[in-house]
């Protein structure tokens, strides 16, 4: 599965932006998937995850309220809204795939439960 994550930028505090990751392969369906990041000087932190049926979520505590993940698996898509930015919300930001397609509503926040990852995006939120 080769995964290209895009949508990554420079912000303003307050400001919305939205990731895109494209993935193409093995059957995107089947997938669960997850958005991580990393920031300067820190270690890769979990972002939000989505079950391959799309019916089950999770998130980061700093993120919840504000970002909201999703997926299109007509367009092997998935995607991550990040509104009311902040500058802490400042890294680079991984998709991934979990390619062991358990159960429906299966989701990790574990990056090591990862099979696939995409190159990542940047996203700068300035003060």
């Known amino acids: 599965v080769q995964l ?3 949508g990554g930028g420079l ?9 895109s990751c494209i993935a ?12 991580f990041r990393q920031a300067p000087g820190k270690e890769r932190e979990f972002v939000a995850a989505i ?3 799309g019916g089950s979520t ?6 919840k309220g504000r970002f909201t993940i999703s997926r299109d698996n007509a367009k092997n898509t998935v995607h991550l809204q990040m509104n009311r930015l902040k500058p802490e919300d400042t890294a680079v ?3 991934a795939a979990d390619k062991k397609e358990y159960w429906e509503d299966y989701v ?11 190159q990542g995006t940047l996203v700068t939120v300035s003060s």
Not at 58 to 63: L, N
Not at 109 to 116: G, I, P
């Open 4 to 6: 290209q994550a895009f």
């Open 11 to 19: 912000v303003q505090t307050g400001d919305s932006l939205r990731l």
């Open 24 to 35: 193409s392969g093995q059957t995107f369906s089947r997938l669960a998937l997850g958005w």
């Open 51 to 53: 079950s391959w049926s």
């Open 58 to 63: 999770d998130y980061e505590d700093s993120v």
């Open 93 to 95: 930001y991984y998709c």
């Open 108 to 118: 990790t926040n574990m990056d090591f439960d990862y099979d696939y990852w995409g």
